[in-house]
């Protein structure tokens, strides 16, 4: 049998040690099954219907407001304007509700990684029975 080989009792250290030390690139190939779905992004269109005042608009006002969406140096009127505020509030909140989506399935993938190289490194490594008392070795 090899020497120098760390005893079963150090699998948990060599564990969190190889953990510590995983490449920092995370391969391609490497993947983790998304915890949930991704929020979805809400389209301008979508957001002008939700925003309050959509509905009190003329069907003028309401073209002159997606007008506005598409085309910001468009100047409406403040009714207007202030529908297309909250349209463009709605849609950035959407947005980061995504964001914060995005970021933690990154950081759930980046310590998935970790401890997967982790595991394959310990199962590569012939670890020692521990010397039972009484046994000459």
Not at 19 to 46: C, G, N
Not at 86 to 97: G, V
Request: hydrophobic share 40%.
């Amino acid at each position: 049998m090899i020497d120098n080989l760390p005893p079963l009792a150090d699998k948990a250290r060599l564990l969190a040690y190889f953990a510590a030390h995983a490449p920092l690139d995370i391969p391609r190939w490497f993947s983790t099954p998304p915890a949930k779905p991704l929020p979805r992004l809400l389209p301008w269109h979508e957001a002008l219907t939700l925003a309050p005042g959509w509905s009190t608009l003329s069907s003028d006002r309401r073209t002159v407001a997606a007008e506005y969406m598409r085309d910001p140096c468009f100047d409406p009127d403040d009714d207007v304007a202030e529908v297309c505020r909250q349209a463009q509030e709605l849609i950035l909140e959407f947005k980061q509700r995504r964001d914060q989506a995005e970021n933690a399935a990154l950081s759930q993938r980046y310590f998935a990684w970790r401890w997967h190289y982790a595991r394959e490194m310990l199962a590569l490594m012939p670890l020692q029975e521990p010397a039972e008392e009484g046994s000459s070795t």
